[in-house]
């Protein structure tokens, strides 16, 4: 998805990886949602795997936990790199302090 994004040999920039990781988390947690809301039944209920499933499916239940994930995975996406940034700011000035 980064090379889509950013064909250049030049190191890509923040913000592309960031567009780069939101879209692919995007596309996951279609995949992982459906999977933790059977999940989730599963542990509360106490039934097995596919009995699960299909009581999700009967309720048409399987993505309700959806558009919280879709709101979730891009301040994710946001909130990492600015993490990483933050670290390296501290390290320069510790190093910088010693």
Request: hydrophobic share 50%; charged share 10%.
């Amino acid at each position: 998805m980064r090379r889509a994004l950013w064909p250049y040999e030049s190191p890509t920039p923040l913000p592309v990886l960031a567009a780069a990781g939101t879209s692919c988390g995007l596309a996951v947690s279609v995949v992982t949602c459906p999977l933790s809301r059977v999940k989730i039944l599963q542990q509360l209920t106490g039934t097995r795997f596919f009995v699960g499933v299909q009581r999700c499916l009967e309720s048409r239940s399987l993505f309700r936990a959806y558009p919280t994930a879709v709101v979730c995975l891009p301040t994710l996406s946001l909130l990492l790199p600015s993490l990483l940034l933050l670290s390296l700011f501290l390290l320069t000035l510790l190093t910088l302090a010693l």
